[in-house]
Structure formats: C-alpha cells, structure tokens
C-alpha cells in the first residue's frame, strides 16, 4: 500500500503564508508526477500545479504568482508554498503522485490537510 503523507495545514489569517509538505515513498518518487489538488465545501476538487519528474512546473491561472512547487529529490518530498492567502483559498488540500511502472499505471492520494484562511 503506498501512502502519501502531507503536512502543514492549518489556520492563519488573510494575507499570511503556509508551506505544505508531501512525503512520497522512494520506489515512486522520482518517476512520478506530483500534482497539488484542493476541494473547498461543496466544491470538485481542482488541480492547483504540478512538477514533473524532469523538474517541470505548471501552475493553474489562478494561483500563479502566489503559490510555488518545488520538489526535493534527496528527501522524496514535494512541496507547496502558498503565500497572500486569502479566505477563498480555504479547503483541504492533497497531494497526487502519477505515473508508470510497467505494466501498471498508477495515481495514489495523501489524505489531504486542512488549510482554514480567515478574513
């Protein structure tokens, strides 16, 4: 069973910053897509960004200039920065690793954490 394990949700006030943390097992991590999802109440949950096994990082519109990707090769995790948070940016937040290992494609889920933005 591969887990993926996030961390760094929490609480914190309009304009602040939070920084999430995915651990991915070794055996996947470095052929793996990583994407970055989040599911407000009553909401589909959407695609934020995600980053390559290459290094390339794509971003939805409407978190460009606000959220960053990164993923650290050496520690198997990847990472996303979210700054000048404001109360929409609300929902719990997941990570997603995809990707192939013949014969098997694969597309896993961490449980997602909590992020709460108050006005």
């Known amino acids: 069973q591969v887990q993926l394990v996030e961390s760094g949700g929490g609480l914190v006030q309009a304009g602040g910053s939070l920084r999430l943390s995915c651990a991915v097992p070794g055996s996947i991590f470095s052929i793996s897509t990583m994407g970055w999802y989040r599911q407000a109440p009553g909401k589909f949950r959407e695609l934020l960004g995600s980053v390559t096994s290459g290094g390339s990082i794509n971003y939805v519109d409407s978190v460009k200039g606000r959220f960053t990707i990164s993923r650290d090769n050496a520690k198997n995790t990847v990472s996303l920065q979210m700054n000048s948070l404001v109360p929409e940016d609300t929902a719990v937040y997941y990570c997603?690793?995809?990707?192939?290992?013949?014969?098997?494609?694969?597309?896993?889920w961490g449980q997602g954490t909590q992020v709460t933005v108050s006005a």
């Open positions: 997603n690793a995809k990707g192939s290992s013949w014969p098997y494609d694969y597309d896993y």
